[in-house]
């Protein structure tokens, strides 16, 4: 697949990513913060998540490549590896 078809992928993947934070957002709202770590792990988890996939887009995009030397494939696993690092992050403050 083209890098430049893959973009309107990963913004459907961010917009994907919210929905659920403002789920858990309005959840809390409503019924309360009794599991406050399992609120706040999943909260931010999922802005963690879409702030990745965020600076992904923005490394992939040819149009950005003066700004951005980087390839593609190093983009993604610089991506997988701090999805990894946040998501073991979470999984421990969940306890």
Known sequence: ????????MYADIAMKIVLPECLQLVYMLLVGTFP?????????????FFTLTGCLRLQIDPANS??????PERAFADYCFANLVLHL????YIG
């Open 1 to 8: 697949l083209c890098v430049a078809a893959q973009l309107p």
């Open 36 to 48: 406050f770590n399992g609120f706040l792990a999943g909260f931010l988890s999922s802005l963690g």
């Open 66 to 71: 003066k700004e951005m030397s980087v390839s």
């Open 89 to 92: 992050t979470v999984w421990n």
